[in-house]
């Protein structure tokens, strides 16, 4: 079992960028397939991104594809997304999640969970 924290989230004007940070502690980060979602108000938990346990492998929302990218360093316990060319419409809060159960994009397949960071966007 692992525990996740997010930080890097805050308030940036459209077409910036942010990069969040979502640090596990616990043993074995290497073995667990990472993931991104987000939920913005009144909307259901959304996924954004993925990335395997070695980083061989990573899948996109349509919607972030060529804006955000996802990466791991898994002697530091860490997964990173890069988002760029923000918009409102990414306005969230966005979760990190962790699963060995199967390489999914649904929220349902991730184990473990961090409490999320604000993400605003301002047009």
């Known amino acids: 079992q692992i525990q996740l924290a997010e930080s890097g989230g805050g308030l940036v004007p459209a077409g910036g960028s942010l990069r969040l940070s979502c640090w596990a502690s616990?043993?074995?980060?290497?073995?667990?397939?990472m993931a991104w979602f987000r939920q913005a108000p009144v909307k259901e938990r959304e996924f954004v991104g993925r990335?395997?346990?070695?980083?061989?492998?990573?899948t996109y929302a349509d919607s972030v594809k060529g804006r955000f990218i996802i990466s791991r360093d898994n002697a530091r316990n860490t997964v990173f997304l890069q988002m760029d060319n923000l918009k409102p419409e990414d306005t969230a809060v966005y979760y990190c999640?962790?699963?060995?159960?199967?390489?999914?994009?649904?929220?349902?397949?991730?184990?473990?969970w961090g409490q999320g960071t604000q993400v605003t966007v301002s047009s």
């Open positions: 999640a962790a699963t060995r159960r199967a390489w999914s994009e649904s929220a349902r397949g991730y184990q473990e």
């Open positions: 616990g043993p074995e980060f290497d073995t667990w397939d």
């Open positions: 990335i395997r346990w070695d980083a061989g492998k990573t």
